[in-house]
């Protein structure tokens, strides 16, 4: 002060500098909070928009299937028999668009579970409507994982690698065989729950199978292990191949192959 005397702090009195640590961690837990909160937003409206795309989808289909089905209802009902006819072959219109639609989702994240609580829910609304258009038959579900590029981080531990590193640096490409068939093959709890409830059913209309394929058939073909292509480049192929698919196969269908090639369009 004035005088030239230094004061103490007295009892309940926060020296300034211990006040501006204070504020600085105040400001920091608050920016932390902040930016955690806008994650949690955003994941949750990733989710929800995850979702909402596949049920447009479905109903965009419903609504063709209407259109189509008032369309033939004179011819249906002209001839003997027609009704039955017509129904049966409204149902093989819609199935491969159903299937079609089902796999626009086939991707899942490089750390994610492939038969995950999404993916559960992709595959309740698709066995609704499979038996709402009195579909009979396998719902086949194909995880496969893909063989992404990774090096040994400082504690030994393997991590995915750089996007800058060549792919010729890589210290692992893939998982081992059996690994990776046992990576496809990861369900969440919801999931498994799911389909041991489903197989308890009484009806055998519509039936599920899942099949972990593993890294052995990639749909996309990877760059060439060499230094001039990058690790970013690799696994970006990687992520594509990490993928889910589903085919549906009629009991009265020929080879899967009559409802087209699963991602046709």
């Not at 579970?113 to 086949?140: K, T, Y």
């Not at 519509?206 to 292990?225: C, K």
Request: net charge negative; glycine share 8%.
């Amino acid at each position: 002060d004035q005088t030239g005397e230094h004061r103490v702090p007295g009892h309940g009195e926060v020296p300034p500098e211990q006040l501006s640590r204070m504020n600085a961690t105040t400001l920091l837990v608050a920016g932390l909070a902040v930016f955690a909160a806008l994650f949690f937003w955003l994941y949750v409206e990733a989710q929800r928009n995850w979702r909402d795309v596949f049920t447009q989808n479905i109903e965009l289909l419903e609504v063709l299937q209407a259109q189509q089905a008032a369309a033939d209802a004179a011819e249906r009902d002209a001839r003997p028999g027609g009704r039955l006819s017509a129904d049966r072959s409204g149902s093989e219109r819609i199935v491969p668009e159903l299937e079609w639609a089902a796999n626009q989702f086939a991707s899942y994240g490089a750390e994610e579970v492939p038969l995950s609580d999404q993916r559960l829910d992709l595959i309740e609304s698709l066995v609704r409507q499979l038996r709402a258009i009195g579909f009979r038959g396998e719902v086949q579900i194909d995880a496969h994982v893909g063989d992404f590029c990774y090096v040994q981080g400082a504690d030994g531990v393997l991590e995915f690698a750089p996007e800058d590193l060549p792919v010729a640096e890589c210290d692992r490409i893939g998982l081992g065989e059996e690994e990776a068939r046992a990576m496809s093959a990861k369900q969440s709890v919801a999931f498994a729950n799911y389909l041991a409830a489903f197989e308890r059913e009484e009806s055998q209309d519509v039936r599920i199978s899942v099949n972990a394929q593993g890294n052995s058939s990639p749909q996309y073909s990877y760059p060439a292990r060499s230094a001039d292509n990058k690790a970013g480049d690799w696994n970006e192929v990687a992520r594509q191949n990490n993928r889910v698919q589903v085919r549906l196969v009629a009991d009265n269908a020929g080879p899967p192959a009559e409802f087209g090639p699963i991602g046709r369009r």
